[in-house]
Nanobody
Framework: VQLQASGGGLVQAGGSLRLSCAAS????????MGWYRQAPGNQRELVAY???????NYGDSAKGRLTISRDNAQNTVYLQMSSLKPEDTAVYYC???????????????WGKGTQVTVSS
């Protein structure tokens, strides 16, 4: 699986960005996609994931402000981010994974990462 993420940039607090992640290659054992982020000095954290049937789940930091969606025809997953805060500043990574019994399990397929910087 190859993942190509894009859409990051510099935005003022309160602004919006939309990240995209295009997937290609064999999707065997992949039935969900996720977005992670990693800020300097922090561990990589799961922001949101979406299953092949469109079910979504969000981390506490994302609820109400970030929306994950997918276009199955284009094999693309999106992360719409609004009301951005400086603490959202991080490198955002997309991931291809497997969803089972309420748990998202990341597979070792990662996009390159896209930088999101929110200025105050």
């Amino acid at each position: 699986v190859q993942l190509q993420a894009s859409g990051g940039g510099l935005v003022q607090a309160g602004g919006s960005l939309r990240l995209s992640c295009a997937a290609s290659g064999s999707m065997f054992c992949i039935n969900a996609m996720g977005w992670y982020r990693q800020a300097p000095g922090n561990q990589r954290e799961l922001v949101a994931y979406i299953t092949s049937d469109g079910s979504t789940n969000y981390g506490d930091s994302a609820k109400g402000r970030l929306t994950i969606s997918r276009d199955n025809a284009q094999n693309t997953v999106y992360l719409q981010m609004s009301s951005l805060k400086p603490e959202d500043t991080a490198v955002y990574y997309c991931n291809a994974g497997h969803y089972d019994d309420g748990t998202y399990n990341p597979k070792p397929y990662w996009g390159k990462g896209t930088q999101v910087t929110v200025s105050s």
